[in-house]
């Protein structure tokens, strides 16, 4: 019993959060910032990579390939540590080129590594998005002589981005999880505050504080999203309401078929 | 049968009494970022003056000792939870720690010193560094004084010991604090040209405290005492001053 | 010094960045039967019919996925370093229990995996057909005869491309335990670029290894695959 009370002393601790609750407010502030950025710029690189893949010219879907592969294919740690310290060797060439402010500062640094990463996560999921969308559609509405950039406003991209509501809200939550990472290289976001916060007190429960509102983060990002995808593909969902009410069995033995009728609808 | 064989365990286990430990082998933990005291060689082993000091010790108390290499943030817990024995790496002997652990005697002690780019002026009053950014390793002496003495500077901290000093080097930070000697060592070798100790400053007690000692668990009072008793025994013979001649050019002793 | 020296000269680094690979290798693989086992367990225990022990699988899940992989490694790190130091108090050993600092990674790695595997496994016990089991159990076989012979073979091809996702999460995550103190390829470039102050060599090199695992991993994935989907058009 006493086992189980010293194990629980060393997990739960309250006068913590007095002293030091306003240090987890503003990593969570710091970090809801970084995200924010990162994805919102991620989004926007995304595009023009995802197009490049899918272009006919070799060398630029190579490229945009490489790209992506090199972004996926090493942990985000170390694109972070090669940005970060790495930037730091070049910081004569930086300096002539007026840009050393941007690599001089965690931040920023941080914001770029986040962003290149998650673009390249970004493009594979808009590609997979694009070309989900039937060829049937793009030939009809060539036929119709609409120009390409008309097609893919009008056809493909409102169609693709449906399809890609759900992974693209994952990569938001791998980006909200990623950006611990963060506090590796001195940024104090959420998880380097609890560091922090660690590191003074030696109190273990600081990390299991930390670990709820990640949670609390995570799971709001998932069901916001869920809300927004079950709304937008109404129109299309199985289970979408038809326009029926009350089938009266009689009308429907009579009728002899399943479809639906009711007194109000022509 | 197979009741008997969990009870007979279990009877074992209960009555076997909690014995004096006897120290044949004693792991000892390092953060190796930390040169000249303890760093990391080319083929991954720990190397340093500490690492020297560490097995003379353990040859006057004819005891066989590891080297691990752990992160400075978590190396009081770790050595708490029982991960390894004692703590030799460069660990000032402050109050709040005395709370978790205890302490052997000071084996040496060396002021803190600013180190900043080549130009800098060698004032380091708080008024003087306002707003300047300075970094130090996290969960040190020189964070805690940092914090408290260094309200108006942008203070940042960093995972390793060589971290703050790298950075300087790379124009992150208008200074770093830290060790006299790490610092000396760090503008001979690598931050040559880039930079240079600007100031010294005193070691003031609620902060640094008396000096650096080795860190046991509180209930291993026997290794503490073989501890003390074989820092005693390398002073006695003029071994501690052989080692250190290897090193530093300046006494460290703090005695 | 230039890059080959600092690398492949008498003092260079590449001896331990070859054996922090290789770390990572053993880290990786050995992660993998201990945490896609686990999240098989983990699956079929979701399918219980009592509902606290699915509600305890859910709330392992949600809490494991929805945190940062670097939390969840801190948290089983440092926990199992508290549970073992008391578990052995209260066993009154006068010894202690230890784990290696790479056993303890696999045991964190393994925790996580375990509940990003379990959504996949879940996924893949759903698509085989229900009749192939009601078959098995008419012929006589015992619930243990029917998941081994029966359900397990016609799993794997299901589940190998959500597995071989998470296989390449779980590679990239060992990356994370370099910031416990265990020296994999991340941690080895750290050390050696902080000792020369290079960073932008080391670095560089690590990703080019790291870029070869995923290669590899690649090409050994889709190998499995075409055999597994052998006899299937």
């Known amino acids: 019993m006493a086992f189980l009370h010293d194990l629980l002393g060393f997990v739960i601790n309250t006068d913590l959060l007095a002293e030091y609750g306003w240090r987890l407010w503003a990593g969570l502030v710091m970090t809801a910032k970084v995200v924010s950025v990162s994805v919102c710029l991620g989004f926007l690189l995304a595009w023009p ?43 004569p060439f930086f300096n002539e080129m007026g840009i050393w402010w941007f690599f001089r500062d965690a931040y920023y640094c941080c914001i770029l590594a986040f962003t290149l990463n998650t673009a390249a996560y970004q493009a594979e999921i808009l590609r997979g998005a694009i070309q989900s969308v039937p060829k049937g559609q793009v030939e009809a509405a060539r036929a119709l002589g ?71 983060l995570t799971e709001t990002t998932r069901r916001l999203v869920q809300a927004v995808e079950h709304r937008l593909s109404r129109h299309i969902r199985a289970d979408a309401p038809q326009k029926v009410t009350a089938t009266r069995p009689v009308a429907r033995m009579v009728t002899g078929s399943t479809a639906h009728s009711s007194p109000g609808t022509p | 049968m197979f009741r008997r064989v969990v009870l007979g365990l279990v009877a074992a286990l209960a009555v076997t009494p909690v014995m004096a430990k006897e120290w044949k082998t004693v792991r000892i933990a390092f953060d190796a970022t930390y040169p000249p005291f303890e760093s990391v060689n080319p083929k991954g082993e720990i190397v340093g003056w500490e690492v020297d000091y560490a097995t003379e010790l353990c040859k006057r108390m004819k005891i066989t000792c590891t080297f691990q290499n752990q992160d400075w943030d978590g190396i009081i817990p770790s050595l708490v939870a029982n991960k390894f024995d004692v703590i030799m790496s460069s660990m000032n002997i402050t109050e709040k720690r005395k709370a978790l652990v205890s302490f052997s005697q000071v084996y040496f002690s060396t002021p803190p010193v600013f180190i900043g780019p080549t130009g800098a002026p060698a004032d380091v009053s708080p008024a003087a560094l306002k707003g300047k950014t300075i970094g130090t390793q996290s969960s040190t002496t020189f964070a805690n004084y940092l914090e408290a003495m260094y309200k108006d500077s942008e203070i940042k901290l960093y995972p390793g010991g060589d971290e703050p000093q790298n950075d300087l080097k790379a124009g992150r930070l208008d200074y ?51 501890w003390n008793k074989a820092i005693d025994e390398v002073d006695a013979d003029g071994t501690f001053k052989k080692i250190a001649d290897n090193y530093f050019k300046i006494n460290v002793r703090g005695k | 010094m230039s890059w080959y020296a600092l690398l492949f000269g008498p003092d260079g680094w590449i001896g331990l960045l070859l054996r922090g690979a290789v770390v990572t290798v053993a880290l990786s693989v050995t992660t993998v039967p201990f945490g896609f086992g686990a999240g098989l367990v983990l699956a079929l225990m979701k399918m219980s019919q009592s509902r606290v022990v699915r509600g305890f699988c859910n709330a392992y899940t949600t809490f494991f996925r929805g945190i940062p992989d670097l939390l969840a490694l801190f948290i089983v790190y440092f926990g199992l370093q508290a549970l073992l130091d008391r578990t052995s108090k209260l066993l009154g050993m006068s010894g202690h229990l230890e784990v290696s ?6 045991i964190a790695l393994s925790v996580v995996v375990a509940a990003y595997s379990s959504e996949v496994w879940i996924a893949s016990l759903a698509a085989v ?17 029917v998941f081994r012979l029966v359900i397990l073979p016609q799993l794997g091809r299901v589940a190998l491309p959500g597995l071989g996702n998470i296989w390449m999460v779980l590679q990239k995550d060992t990356a994370l335990i370099s910031t416990l103190a265990v020296t994999d390829l991340l941690r080895a470039a750290s050390e050696a670029s902080r000792a020369t102050t290079r960073p932008l060599v080391f670095y560089t090199a690590a990703a080019c290894l790291y870029l070869c695992f995923t290669i590899v991993s690649g090409v050994v994935q889709s190998a499995l695959e075409r055999r597994a989907n052998r006899g299937y058009a």
């Open chain 1, 49 to 91: 990579v995802s197009l490049a893949r899918m272009s006919q010219h070799l060398v630029v879907s190579r490229l945009a390939s490489g790209y992506i592969a090199m972004f996926r294919g090493t942990p985000l740690l170390c694109q972070l540590y090669l940005i970060y310290y790495g930037g730091g060797e070049f910081r």
């Open chain 1, 146 to 216: 609409m120009h390409w950039t008309a097609i893919m406003r009008h056809v493909v991209i409102p169609q693709a981005l449906l399809v890609a509501i759900r992974p693209l809200g994952n990569e938001l939550i791998s980006v909200i999880k990623a950006s611990a990472l963060a506090a590796i290289v001195t940024l104090l976001d959420l998880m380097g505050q609890t560091r922090f916060v660690f590191a003074r007190t030696f109190d273990f429960s600081v990390y299991l504080y930390c670990a709820l509102i990640y949670l609390a």
């Open chain 2, 176 to 226: 770093t604090l830290t060790d006299l000697i790490v610092g000396s060592n760090f503008v001979e070798k690598v931050g040559a040209g880039c930079c240079k100790v600007v100031a010294e400053i005193k070691r003031v007690p609620e902060y640094f405290g008396p000096g650096v000692g080795a860190a046991m668990r509180k209930e291993d009072t026997d290794l503490m005492a073989m």
């Open chain 3, 101 to 106: 600092a790479f056993t303890a990674g696999v």
């Open chain 3, 129 to 145: 057909p229900k009749g192939q089991k009601e078959a098995a159990q008419s012929l006589g076989l015992s619930r243990g005869q």
